[in-house]
């Protein structure tokens, strides 16, 4: 049993476990899946600032940082006890594209040649954390909601404008992965 | 255009409010701290927060991506119509709620912003926390900058157009 558990899931069950996170939380709590706004709520918690988008009983929503602390200790769980000890498998097709741009570790979930500590002080951790960190913050915040909020949670309740976000959503991406992720190689 | 109605601050721009009345101790918390460690676990088990996934995601060279949200949304669909359908309540018998999300153009230069970064960092929000847990140290930096972003998005938010 622990043997199959420790090979990578297949995208069905990861999709059937994510999906059952929207009536888990609504039937437990009255609690609307969605993670970005836990960034909102620590803003609202140690930075407020007196800006008006952050006075709100932050307190209220907490049971959303517990939410998203679980995801730290169930990924802490799953990386220690139920790792898989083969290189991650990768489309042969990214794999060719990858090799271009001097990625060639695929033995963790992220290519160790980014993300890797050294890589803090260099633009090129600045353009992969620092930038790409920022566009995520303050672009969930800008659309509302993110891939749980909009894509999951919104497309579930037939929200008419989660699905122009998730639209753009994988616009953006499309344009990022395709032309300005090249673009940032090619300068570092 | 933008509402600043000081009751209503909480339900700007967001579509995951608190809709609950009812008063629970504070250990009732371990409810959604269980159900994070749960989606953490599948996170990594799937390889969703792989940077790499992403990658073949917007590339289209992997169906994988596309079969986990497309479950998703489909599950979570399912469930919804089975709420309303037979008005289950929750654990504490309240009814669940639903609201209607309005449009504005947020939504449209919001989502392309993210999408932008979703790529370069192979992490929505919530694998962020994930790939920190599994122990991508340097990910930190990239938390503290979305927190960072998010801040300044407040800071801003009166004068970008909406």
Partial sequence: MLEIIRQPWHWSIAGLLIGLTVPTLLLIGNKKFGVSSSLRH???????????????????????????????????????????????????????VLYQYGITDFSKLMPTQIFNVANIFTLKGFAFFVFGGFLVGFGTRYAGGCTSGHSIMGLSTLQWPSL??????????????????PFIFKLF | MVNNNLEDVRHQDSICTNEAMVQHPFWHNLKYMAVGIVF?????????????????????HSFFMYG????????????????????????????????????NKGQIYG???????????????????????????V????????????????????????
């Fill in chain 2, 68 to 103: 986990v949200i497309g479950t998703a949304v489909v599950v979570g669909m399912l469930s919804v119509w089975i709420i309303k359908k037979f008005n289950l309540k929750t654990l504490s018998g309240e009814t669940v709620k639903f609201e209607d999300k309005s449009f």
């Fill in chain 2, 111 to 137: 989502a392309l912003i993210f999408g932008i970064g979703w790529a370069i960092t192979g992490a929505c929000p919530g694998p962020l926390f994930a790939q920190i847990g599994s122990g991508f140290a």
């Fill in chain 2, 40 to 60: 953490g676990i599948v996170f990594v088990k799937a390889e969703i927060i792989s940077w790499f996934r992403i990658q073949e995601m917007f590339r289209l």
């Fill in chain 1, 164 to 181: 122009v976000a998730t639209i753009c959503f994988m616009i953006g991406g499309f344009f990022s992965a395709n032309i300005i992720i």
């Fill in chain 2, 139 to 162: 990910v930190v930096i990239t938390f503290l900058s979305a927190l960072a972003g998010t801040w300044v998005y407040g800071y801003f938010r009166e004068k970008l157009p909406h």
């Fill in chain 1, 42 to 96: 620590l803003c609202a918690m140690c930075v407020p600032a007196n800006i008006p988008f952050f006075q709100y009983e932050w307190k209220k929503e907490i049971w959303n940082l517990f939410f998203v602390g679980g995801m730290l200790i169930g990924a802490l769980i799953a990386s220690k006890f139920l790792h898989n000890p083969s290189n991650i498998v990768v489309a042969e097709s990214t794999k060719t």
